[in-house]
């Protein structure tokens, strides 16, 4: 492991954990998932808006769990909110290759590391020494992969 | 009280390796333990000298595999104080134990409306397999409840065991230590006609077992906990349930004849025994049964008992309110388990912050979320020790902690 434990714990993960944006829910129709991870029990449930023009207008999550799930969750609502699918789907992409996983097609889905901190991805690049800690990188995509569950529910708007 | 650790901590390499650059602590023999090398060295012997399958040609290997074999299931025999050798199936581990109870007196004699009588602290290997047989015979889970310090609710129990068909309880909890009184639970049950079912995976490698004793119907557990080998499990059951129930598994092994018609079973223990068995696990179990014996259950005991001792002063002389200890607070009533929460903490952060000062120790709901619910928590940390622990390590897993709050800022 080349990262310290301390990299994997910043501030700013520690902020959205204590102070998470975006906390709350939605009413029907916002679609809403929820994902679980059986292994350590962590839970997030996720409501989205999407208005006619395919923009995402408004984003609340709840749930139960460690830092890295719940601070993941939370920058992912900021970076979320008012993005079109499309854009959210960079974003999304982006966010999977910073942690080594998921598949790439563009450059503007690929994170690089290079670009200056915060330009690609805002507070959510802090997680991205979570990728030297294999064990948790499933606790920073969980809010993730309810968001694509959410917007699976109706595959016209798939990502 | 670190004289045994120092003793016989060299016969464990892996206590010797390095995590992060730092010695390695390793606090999670709940889940499971190191093994030593007498262990290894039995099972590599096997596979260099002596390996064939068992019971089957009559050649010179196979028919030491099979004298190896069986001595195994002697000695494990003699380590539950078993009445009769052939009471000892291998499994390939506690859960297989249990579904093979399940299934088997499932199939035997529940039926719809039948109770089924499990306690609220039971590991998921001994609540599932009852789900899955009371949704195919249409017979209903019971919980016994627990009291707010985390133990057997005795009072609840004897009221709820008269009519229960079986009745499952653990010997001791793998998230708060607690030993229960098994051999009054058993006693009720046999006196209300219940078959017990005793899970052992948290007893075996901590206390000496005597299935007539404790007057269990079956008794499982597994190698792994215990300094034995992976793939490898027990059960015990009384000679006269394991005749009366049906197989679990077909195949090899298992049966006297078979036709076009169907097949006859194979007597104990073999027709519990399908296939070609764990037979380097099962050499490997016995030699950890020696290994144990030879060091004794009571210095064992007492080295865990001074261990937990300590680390209950130490961590609640340093932290006072921040950390939540569950379960008995008499140590005398709880064998090496400590599960825990500290602060705002959630248990993940803690295991990877602890896991960076060398120190592994389990974060979760431990496979035993009625429990979790219990407690109204979703997870726990837990310490969990061995006899090759020592007050050192202790020391790293406060300091461990010490850190965990720095960064938290608790």
Redesign the interface.
Same mark, same amino acid.
């Given at each position: 492991m080349t990262e310290s434990i301390e990299d994997l714990y910043k501030e700013i993960i520690l902020d959205h954990y204590r102070r998470p944006r975006n906390r709350g829910s939605l009413l029907p129709p916002a679609r809403n998932a929820c994902a679980y991870n059986p292994l350590c029990g962590d839970e997030i449930t996720i409501w989205v808006d999407i208005d006619e023009n395919d923009t995402i207008t408004d984003i609340k999550l709840d749930g139960k769990g460690c830092a890295i799930s719940q601070a993941s969750g939370s920058m992912m609502s900021t970076l979320l909110q008012g993005k079109s699918l499309t854009e959210a789907r960079t974003v999304f992409l982006r966010f999977k290759s910073m942690l080594g996983i998921g598949k790439n097609k563009t450059d503007i889905e690929i994170f690089d590391p290079e670009a200056p901190a915060g330009s690609q991805l805002g507070d959510a690049e802090a997680l991205k020494s979570v990728r030297q800690f294999p064990s948790r990188v499933k606790c920073a995509t969980l809010a993730w992969n309810a968001f694509e569950e959410a917007l699976g529910q109706d595959t016209a708007v798939s990502l | 009280m670190t004289d045994l650790a120092s003793r016989i901590r060299q016969d464990f390499p892996i206590l010797q390796r390095k995590v /992060?650059n730092v010695p390695l602590v390793y606090l999670d023999n709940g889940a499971s333990s190191q093994r030593p090398v007498q262990v290894i060295a039995a099972m590599d012997e096997h596979y260099r000298m002596h390996h064939a399958n068992i019971h089957r040609g009559a050649h010179t290997l196979g028919e030491e595999s099979t004298q190896a074999y069986e001595s195994a299931r002697e000695k494990v025999a003699g380590f539950v104080n078993a009445p009769a050798t052939h009471e000892i199936i291998f499994t390939k581990n506690a859960t297989e134990a249990f579904n093979l109870v399940a299934s088997s007196c499932g199939r035997f004699f529940l039926s719809e409306g039948d109770r089924i009588l499990v306690s609220a602290m039971e590991h998921h290997a001994n609540i599932v397999p009852w789900f899955m047989v009371a949704e195919q015979t249409g017979a209903k889970v019971d919980w016994i409840p627990l009291t707010s310090d985390g133990q057997i609710d005795l009072e609840a129990a004897h009221a709820l065991i008269p009519g229960a068909k079986i009745v499952a309880c653990t010997a001791v909890s793998n998230v708060l230590g607690t030993i229960n009184p098994i051999a009054e639970i058993c006693a009720k049950a046999r006196e209300s006609g219940a078959v017990s079912v005793v899970d052992a995976a948290q007893l075996a490698p901590h206390l000496p077992i005597d299935v007539q004793a404790l007057g269990c119907d079956f008794l499982g557990f597994t190698g792994h906990k215990m300094c034995g080998p992976t793939g490898i499990g027990v059960l015990w059951g009384r000679t006269e349930l394991l005749d009366a129930i049906p197989p679990f598994l077909g195949g090899g092994e298992m049966i006297e004849i078979v036709d076009f018609e169907g097949f006859t079973t194979a007597p104990l223990p073999y027709k519990f025994e399908a296939g070609t068995m764990p037979i380097a696990e099962a050499i490997g179990l016995a030699t950890a049964i020696d290994y144990l014996t030879d060091i004794g259950f009571d210095a064992i005991r007492k080295h865990e008992v001074d261990l937990l001792g300590t680390t209950f002063d130490m961590l609640t002389s340093a932290f006072g309110d921040k950390i939540r200890i569950y379960g008995p607070q008499d140590i005398n009533r709880r064998s090496g388990i400590l599960s825990f929460n500290f602060g705002d +903490?959630?248990?993940?952060?803690l295991a990877? +912050?602890l896991d %960076?000062e060398g120190v592994a120790i389990r %974060? $979760? /709901?431990h496979c035993a @979320?009625p429990l979790?619910r219990t407690l109204g928590v @979703? %997870?726990t940390a837990r310490a969990s020790f061995y006899f090759y622990n020592t007050k050192e390590e202790v020391e790293i897993l406060a300091h461990g902690l010490e850190?965990a709050a720095d +960064?938290? $800022?608790i």
């Open positions: - | /992060h +903490i959630h248990p993940h952060d990877s +912050i %960076a %974060a $979760g /709901h @979320q979790m @979703q %997870a850190k +960064i938290f $800022g």
